[in-house]
């Protein structure tokens, strides 16, 4: 009982006998635990007996034993040599078990998230503190928040990283390139209404008939080209994946040893060699997303129409200025976020998992922000077949400030930011219960 006494003292912070929320949020946070404070509130409301919103030494200890239980025969498991502590290598050993390769430095970090004493091991002691403090289920989901506490991924969709740890390339990138696309399907499929809202204000600004208009054709209609956005989603973000590695390698440099305008410049050429490949599904999305439904039978028959009273050149309409805006996004999105990661650093508070979400949001924003004009432009010709005008990107902007004003062009920026949000939190929360889903299979 001394050490549950010890710990309850430790959380204790101001000493009035009882747990917060915030108290046990801030020791949390500090171990690494992500979404710490639903969590945290969790815990105390489950465990809260007279609902006064904190936990007494009682209380907390009734929680303590609970996992003392739940967890005494994991322990055991996880010390295969039945010394009474965990090292190094019975880490490594509990990742290969579950289909995951890690190096002896993740290893160590994990060790030392746990370890008390600086003895490079972890003994029942030092992991059932830490498992009351990370109150994971079961051995798939321990695993899971201590690799997710030294990765946070978030934007408007999952898009592919540019590099997969080692540990996740010998265990099988595929998981990841799975999860990441059945998410990111899920996500563009989930807010594609508001998707299409977008594209018609880019193209037609405050006389777009919105969602009364799109709900003429019926209910089904509200997804007209969803499908091509869906097709294009993590294809072309794997196939950026493959171009960037296979020019990092072509250098001979390692993904540690690049610099900062190395990374952003083997991006840009990746990013726009995939774009540029599946450039063609951007096309036909647009023209379903503003046409009337019936107009077309569906995502081949749009192609078909385009190739037919057009030309093949007609699927890459736009693919100048959509290929100029991802460097002013991708540049903006990076320096704001590192400025925002190095400020943050300072403070391990702010590395809740709802702080590092925001900061990933701001930079995102601003990314979006600095490239929207480009963006709107690149839709506006994309639609030129059925607005029946022909302006280069130039003479599009130039007409856009005179009509319009700056206003002109963030037209339907509302709609997109107000995907976005919706985007990243589906992406991110069922890509992250897939990829445990998978490593267990």
Same mark, same amino acid.
């Given at each position: 009982m001394d050490q549950f006494r010890g710990l309850f003292l430790k959380l204790d912070k101001n000493k009035d006998g009882f747990i917060a929320v915030e108290e046990l949020h801030k020791e949390m946070t500090r171990i690494g635990?992500?979404?710490?404070?639903?969590?945290?509130?969790?815990?105390?409301? &489950?465990?809260?007996?007279?609902?006064?919103?904190?936990?007494?030494?009682?209380?907390?200890?009734?929680?303590?034993?609970? /996992?003392?239980?739940?967890?005494?025969?994991?322990?055991?498991?996880?010390?295969?040599?039945?010394?009474?502590?965990?090292?190094?290598? #019975?880490?490594? %050993?509990? +990742?290969?078990?579950?289909?995951?390769?890690? &190096?002896? $430095?993740?290893? *160590?970090?994990?060790?030392?998230?746990?370890?008390?004493?600086?003895?490079?091991?972890?003994?029942?002691?030092?992991?059932?503190? %830490?498992?009351?403090?990370?109150?994971? #289920? =079961?051995?798939?989901?321990?695993?899971?928040?201590?690799?997710? !506490?030294?990765?946070? =991924?978030?934007?408007?969709?999952?898009?592919?990283?540019?590099?997969f740890t080692q540990e996740e390339t010998d265990s099988g990138a595929w998981k990841y390139i799975l999860a990441g696309g059945l998410s990111d399907a899920v996500s563009r499929t989930v807010t594609a209404p508001i998707d299409r809202l977008k594209t018609q204000l880019q193209v037609y600004g405050s006389s777009a008939q919105g969602f009364r208009g799109m709900r003429a054709g019926g209910i089904k209609s509200m997804w007209q080209g969803n499908i091509a956005n869906v097709l294009k989603g993590t294809p072309q973000s794997t196939l950026q994946y493959v171009i960037y590695?296979?020019? *990092?390698?072509?250098?001979?440099?390692? #993904?540690? *040893?690049?610099?900062?305008?190395? /990374?952003?410049?083997?991006? !840009?050429?990746?990013?726009?060699?995939? %774009?540029?490949? +599946?450039? $063609?599904?951007?096309?036909?999305?647009?023209?379903?997303?503003?046409?009337?439904?019936?107009?077309?039978?569906?995502?081949?028959? !749009?192609?078909?129409?385009?190739?037919?009273?057009? &030309?093949?050149?007609?699927?890459? /309409?736009?693919?100048? $200025?959509?290929?100029?805006?991802?460097?002013?996004?991708?540049?903006?999105?990076?320096?704001?976020?590192?400025?925002?990661?190095?400020?943050?650093?300072? =403070? $391990?508070?702010n590395s809740s998992d709802s702080k590092l979400f925001c900061y990933s949001f701001v930079a995102f924003a601003s990314g979006q922000t600095a490239s929207y004009p480009l963006a709107v432009i690149r839709t506006q010709q994309q639609a030129q077949a059925i607005t029946k005008?022909?302006?280069?990107?130039?003479?599009?902007?130039?007409?856009?400030?005179?009509?319009?004003?700056? /206003?002109?062009?963030?037209?339907g920026m509302g709609a997109s930011f107000a995907r976005a949000f919706p985007c990243a939190i589906i992406n991110y929360t069922l890509a992250s219960k897939l990829e445990v889903l998978f490593s267990l299979s």
């Open positions: 635990v992500l979404s710490a404070n639903e969590k945290a509130q969790s815990i105390v409301t &489950s465990y809260d007996r007279n609902d006064d919103g904190r936990l007494d030494y009682d209380e907390f200890l009734v929680y303590m034993m609970d /996992r003392e239980k739940k967890w005494k025969l994991n322990f055991q498991i996880l010390d295969k040599n039945n010394c009474g502590f965990i090292d190094q290598e #019975e880490i490594i %050993h509990l +990742f290969k078990e579950l289909g995951v390769v890690i &190096s002896k $430095p993740h290893a *160590k970090k994990i060790i030392q998230m746990m370890d008390n004493d600086n003895s490079m091991t972890v003994d029942w002691s030092e992991f059932l503190q %830490h498992i009351i403090l990370n109150p994971a #289920e =079961d051995i798939g989901e321990l695993v899971s928040s201590w690799k997710r !506490c030294m990765v946070f =991924d978030v934007g408007e969709s999952r898009s592919m990283p540019m590099e590695t296979q020019m *990092k390698h072509l250098g001979s440099v390692s #993904e540690d *040893k690049l610099t900062i305008q190395q /990374r952003f410049g083997l991006g !840009c050429v990746s990013g726009a060699a995939a %774009h540029a490949v +599946f450039y $063609p599904l951007e096309v036909i999305k647009v023209r379903l997303n503003l046409q009337p439904a019936g107009t077309y039978t569906g995502l081949v028959g !749009c192609a078909k129409s385009i190739y037919q009273h057009e &030309s093949i050149a007609a699927f890459y /309409r736009g693919f100048k $200025p959509s290929v100029m805006c991802m460097i002013p996004y991708a540049g903006v999105e990076c320096a704001v976020y590192h400025s925002i990661m190095n400020w943050a650093k300072a =403070d $391990p508070a005008t022909q302006y280069s990107t130039f003479e599009a902007l130039k007409l856009s400030y005179v009509n319009h004003g700056i /206003r002109g062009f963030y037209s």
